[in-house]
């Protein structure tokens, strides 16, 4: 039996939270429309804290206390506002391309979470709200404080023993990689690709060196070499490494199909050396977030104080 998508979860986690969202809803449209909080002169609605609590719930599986969806709606009023001042202001594009990576995440298409939302009375712009914020305070404090939250190879080091002698490098390749493609017209017969195939197996028994390549590409008409790349073994997939450890320096790879023609690609240098290990990579990832999170808290904190909030 297969396991549900995230949508068929979704849609179970929606109809299961009905009822529920339903008496959330409670009040007269009078009472959902009147101001609840006013921050820096912008206001806050009931309808706002009722549409949030009904998202919050939907999310979390947890009955939303009132107060804290009101801080959450303050907090996004104040990071929106320090947004202006620094001049970063998301447009509705950049809001819904954030949006619509949401929904792709779920499985959906932005149309579908629409009305998933829609269909339990949740605007999309309450979602479309909160990623504003998120967008704009990541931003924010990537940018303002991007020294403090560099985390430096004696602090992973640090951490890496004191989590037990982590093997924080590995060994590991440096290539010089050059990719040459005969262009092949796209739509065009199986017996021309086949021909570029052979022409391209007969060029390559001839190219001794990345000079050669260079020069013999780059006269050639329907035939490109791009300029050279620098790859580590990190970056490659292991089946390309393996084919580049049995190419000769300055020889070319096996010809292949792909969208552009039929590719090659010319190793040009190959030398050993170190790359990070998986483990150390999480190591400096987890210290970022320490460092991100705690530089976010202390400045929401700073911003908030600063606001004006009145509650009505």
């Given at each position: ?5 995230p949508f ?124 504003k914020a ?151 990832d987890k ?26």
């Open positions: 039996m297969t396991s549900p998508t068929l979860r979704l849609r179970s986690l929606v109809l299961g939270c009905a009822a529920a969202l339903v008496l959330m809803a409670g009040g007269s449209p009078l009472q959902a429309q009147s101001v609840a909080v006013m921050v820096n002169g912008e206001p806050i609605t009931n309808f706002d804290i009722e549409q949030r609590g009904k998202l919050n719930f939907l999310s979390t599986r947890k009955a939303p206390v009132r107060q804290e969806v009101i801080n959450e709606l303050i907090d996004e009023k104040v990071k929106i506002r320090e947004g202006k001042k620094f001049g970063v202001e998301p447009t509705s594009t950049d809001v819904d391309q954030s949006y619509a990576q949401m929904a792709s995440r779920m499985r959906m298409p932005a149309e579908q979470l629409n009305k998933t939302l829609e269909a339990q009375g949740i605007r999309p712009d309450t979602l479309k709200s909160r990623l998120e967008i704009v305070w990541t931003s924010l404090v990537r940018g303002r404080f991007k020294g403090s939250l560099q985390v430096g190879e004696k602090d992973v080091a640090a951490a890496a023993q004191a989590a037990g002698n982590e093997k924080l490098e590995a060994e590991a390749f440096e290539y010089q990689l050059q990719p040459v493609v005969l262009i092949v017209p796209k739509g065009s017969a199986p017996a021309l690709i086949e021909a570029r195939r052979k022409e391209a197996e007969a060029l390559r028994s001839r190219v001794q060196t990345c000079e050669e390549a260079n020069a013999l590409f780059k006269s050639m008409q329907n035939a490109t070499i791009r300029a050279v790349v620098t790859k580590t073994s990190a970056d490659l997939p292991q089946v390309l490494r393996e084919v580049l450890d049995k190419t000769p320096i300055g020889h070319l790879t096996a010809p292949e199909q792909t969208k552009a023609g039929v590719e090659m690609v010319a190793l040009c240098g190959r030398k050993p050396t170190t790359v990070d290990t998986p483990k150390k990579k999480e190591i400096r210290m970022y977030v320490e460092k991100y999170e705690a530089k976010s808290k202390a400045y929401l904190q700073d911003v908030r104080k600063a606001a004006m909030i009145e509650y009505r």
